[in-house]
């Protein structure tokens, strides 16, 4: 998940970003709509940055068994190598990761097959957007194009459902 919209980076330093009142909200709208599809997270972890731990709380809001949020300063603007890395480990459970752009579309485009990446219409991953993507890891590496993506959605998105 990238974090939701945030406020303008010349009001604030980067790593400093709060979420707009309209972030918050659909923060908060990703999180239900998350929650109703009842994926299990098992673990959450998320860039140190402002916006994506408001992100993380404002999502895992309305969860009563909500997992633990764990900050992970190597997220904080991540490349998609040191993203694929921070996924290789995980084995079984369902991982909800909430960090930044240009990190997280590059690791989309590493993990799902080109024809899944063509098929998406509009912006790769706008802010608050999730995707659901089960992946092969195989020898402790991560198989590149291997994702299936079982979901996704985007705060824009939920108004029109």
Known sequence: MR????????RARDFERALTPGGCDDARA????LRQRSLSITQVLCSPALRTRQTAELVLDCWADAPQV????GLYLADWPALV?????IRRGALLLIGHNPGLEDLLTYML?????????GPLLPPGA?????????DGVLVEG???LRTAMRPQLLSAE
Do not use: C, K, N
């Open 30 to 33: 990703m999180g239900r709509w």
């Open 3 to 10: 974090h939701a919209t945030a406020e303008d980076p010349a």
């Open 146 to 148: 291997s994702g299936q």
């Open 113 to 121: 097959p080109r024809r899944t990446i063509a098929q998406i219409a």
């Open 70 to 73: 764990e900050v992970t300063a």
């Open 130 to 138: 999730l995707y659901v993507v089960h992946f092969t890891v195989e």
């Open 85 to 89: 890395a921070t996924l290789e480990p």
